[in-house]
């Protein structure tokens, strides 16, 4: 197939500036502490009526640093379990998804784990968006609040990834040491939101993400979300007056940036022919990653599912968690 970005010999290579400003970390600090404050009110019902017997199946509802409920499902493999005896995986997914079914995390608990997904607000799913954002946004999620950091949609989004983290980390059957996040496109933005700005996940496993060296994803890609901040410059900005101001907003999120304060050993996979998150823009990442690393590279499919991957990840937290 023709290539849809760079050669791959220079993809290799490609490690552009990171974007990231003077107070990045104050700025998450910031976040994170007003998170603190925030009481988390977990809330996990069991589901006794699902079909699935070899797990126990858990509804469960969080509340986001603003009060805003936050759903997600919670899986263990079924039976008694010791306080700390079981690792946990964090799922996060994709742009205008959900937490998907339980049965989508039963290979997880089959493998003797604790699974956990969660809604990103306002997307597909019954987690409402909660927070009002300043007028001047397209339809979708990626320009609202564009034009200031600390009220850009994404701010609360990440935060809850976090939060997520704070509910496994209070299940009593957790071991809070064997913490793995992971997700597919925006989902593999998240996790690399999650694993960069917490010490907690051990593992980190993002399949072509998304939310990552924005400036060059707009420039080039072909489909997808990305069009959204097009869009905005179409209606709000269309001589690009403000575009140093929304480049500087989205720096604030840029998986770039994140990748460069991951410590948690990590597993990615890029492909070759994605026009919705172009390979430069995950090789970036890739290639800012701080810590140990090892990539699966799939030639021939673009921004699609891998179901031979989902196979590679669980092979690689099996090693390590």
Known sequence: MPNVDLPLSELYHYKPDLTAQPDFDEFWNNAKADSKQAPLNAKA??????????????????????????????????????????????????????????????????????????????QGGLTPVGAVFPQGSVSGWMTLGLLNPAEYYYRLVYIDCIRALDFVCGRQEVDASRIAVYGGSQGGGLALAAAGLDERPKLAMPYYPFLCHFRRAVEIHNSGPYAEIKNWFRRFDPEHLQEERVYRTLSYFDGINMASRVRARTLMAITLQDITCPPSTCFAV???????????????????????HEEAMMRFAASYL
Do not use: C, Q
């Open 45 to 122: 019902e069991p589901v006794n009526d699902h079909p699935l017997t070899s797990i126990r199946i858990y509804d469960v509802v969080f509340d986001g640093m603003d009060g805003t409920p936050i759903h997600g499902w919670y899986v263990v493999p079924a039976g008694d379990h010791a306080p700390g005896s079981l690792p946990v995986i964090v799922k996060y997914h994709g742009y205008n998804g959900n937490r998907g079914n339980p049965h989508e995390l039963l290979h997880w608990a089959s493998m003797g784990m604790a699974a956990f997904a969660i809604d990103a607000r306002g």
């Open 286 to 308: 890739y290639n800012h990653l701080a810590g140990e690393k090892e990539l699966k590279l799939y030639h021939d499919y673009g921004h699609e599912a891998l179901p031979f």
